[in-house]
């Protein structure tokens, strides 16, 4: 429960500016409150059951990329002259100067910046990004190339403040948009919301049971970045969002559920690697000896002794290479799989990269017509699915669904009774997680209904 329920912060957080918000367009379903460890968070009115909308929000702003506008032809020229001054796609800087006002954006020296409203702006500056002490070489160039009043240290922190609060919104045209109240819920790799598109709307829902007066937390990360090992979930997040997660899974020395490896003393249990320390990852992603040692096996007791944990070590590393080769190759002879899924199973129980595996080697199954084999590694996905995440799992409802697919095929010719059954348990089982965290017009729950009416 957070402590810091009445506390508005520091002026500039803008605390008592988002209620106001909240309340205006939500009826106050949530409440923003400072904390001094995360800043502005997201705080529950009343208790929420999993499946429940909280709510649903329209964009704050969205801007895509335009080729009839002359104003982006020329910054995409622009960025290709000064690249080694430009970090980013072309789009991210578009997204700035189309957050510039109509003031701001005056002797602008080439046409198509339309920019945005006084409010949107002001809205705009409130969503998360660092102090802007002085602007890039990018945002004085574009000032200087394109909106001569603008102020470059506010075109910084516009394209900063994209980078780090969009969400894709169209591919085609590519286009970015950004939310204002949901953009204040933090992340956690054990979210208890989750958030997707009605439209343009961003509908968040309860993902599991949430008390008055909790914090409402969402996944930065994709649901299958939720299965990745605890050093590669938090670097992605240090590079995309700048942070370091300290999430309840990610917090220092607790089992990493989706780093174990079969008991080298008894065979048969499984030994899970600790979560790194706190703060920054020295040794970035790296899957490190030294985060297996002194691990149990809760089927034997044995400890994992120094000298051990290098050679376990050693078998992610060496599977590691074995997924990087199959990334270079398009062609695995049948005695290779085998030989390469017999390791697999030898010495991982739970591992993110044996789930990694079995994904590459069903495909290759797949492609030699050997449905048994696909099936088989199918449901080595959904076991460590459901093992490695504890509560509803997207990952795991869509492996769900691919071993229903696979089952409603069956083998030879065709599909008997039995496989009929099984792929409509997979696919019941599937929509049992989908429906509450997307709800029932979407399509990722109408099309698995679908697939189960054909069986029907």
């Known amino acids: 429960r957070a402590s810091a329920m009445g506390d508005d912060g520091p002026k500039e957080a803008g605390v008592q500016h988002i209620n106001k918000h909240g309340k205006e367009h939500f009826e106050g379903v949530l409440r ?3 904390t001094e460890a995360k800043g502005r968070i997201l705080l529950a009115t009343r208790n929420y059951a999993p499946g429940e909308v909280i709510l649903a929000e329209s964009p704050l702003h969205i801007v895509q990329e335009d080729e009839k506008s002359a104003g982006f ?4 020229k622009i960025c290709k002259d000064y690249e080694d001054d430009f970090d980013y796609e072309p789009l991210w800087y578009w997204c700035a100067v189309q957050s510039l006002t109509a003031e701001q954006l005056q002797g602008a020296k080439v046409e198509g910046c339309t920019g945005a409203s006084e409010e ?3 809205n705009l500056k409130l969503l998360h990004h660092e102090k802007v002490r002085e602007p890039s070489a990018a945002a004085r160039i574009l000032v200087r190339e394109m909106v001569p009043r603008a102020d470059p240290v506010l075109l910084e922190r516009l394209i900063q403040i994209w980078v780090l609060n969009c969400f894709e919104y169209s591919d085609n045209p590519q286009g970015y948009s950004t939310y204002f109240f949901s953009s204040f819920m933090s992340h956690s790799c054990w979210p208890n919301a989750v958030w997707h598109y009605d439209g343009r709307d961003h509908v968040l829902r309860c993902r599991r049971e949430i008390k008055i007066g909790h914090e409402v937390c969402i996944s930065y ?13 938090r670097m992605e997040l240090h590079e995309t969002k700048q942070f370091w997660c300290d999430c309840p899974l990610c917090a220092p020395g607790v089992d990493d559920n989706s780093r174990g490896l079969k008991c080298p003393n008894c065979e ?9 320390a706190a703060g920054p990852a020295e040794s970035g992603a790296a899957l490190l000896a030294s985060h297996l040692v002194g691990a149990k096996c809760p089927n034997c007791g044995w400890t994992v002794t120094e ?3 290098q050679k376990l070590a050693a078998l992610e590393k060496k599977l590691q290479d074995l997924l990087d080769r199959y990334g270079r190759s398009e062609v695995q002879t049948l005695k290779r799989l085998q030989q390469d899924e017999s390791f697999v199973n030898q010495y991982f129980s739970q591992h993110v990269l044996a ?3 079995w994904e590459q080697f069903g495909s290759h199954y797949a492609s030699k017509s050997r449905v048994d084999d696909t099936r088989r590694l199918l449901k080595h996905r959904v076991e460590f699915h459901q093992a490695a995440y504890p509560g509803l799992s997207g990952a795991h409802a869509w492996s769900l669904e691919a071993l229903g697919d696979c089952a409603s095929k069956g083998a030879g010719k065709g599909p008997s009774e039995k496989d009929l059954e099984a792929a409509r348990r997979s696919y019941s089982e599937a929509l049992e997680i989908l429906r509450p965290m997307f709800g029932n017009e979407h399509e990722y729950v109408t099309e698995v209904e679908g697939k189960l ?3 029907k």
């Open 32 to 34: 923003c409150a400072w």
């Open 73 to 76: 032809r020329r910054l995409k």
């Open 120 to 122: 949107t702006q002001f």
């Open 221 to 233: 990360l994709p649901e299958s970045g939720l299965l990745q090992s605890a050093p590669a979930r």
């Open 268 to 276: 048969e249990g499984c030994v899970f690697a600790f979560t790194p």
């Open 307 to 309: 000298e051990e944990s």
């Open 355 to 357: 789930d990694l595996a």
């Open 453 to 455: 009416s054909a069986l």
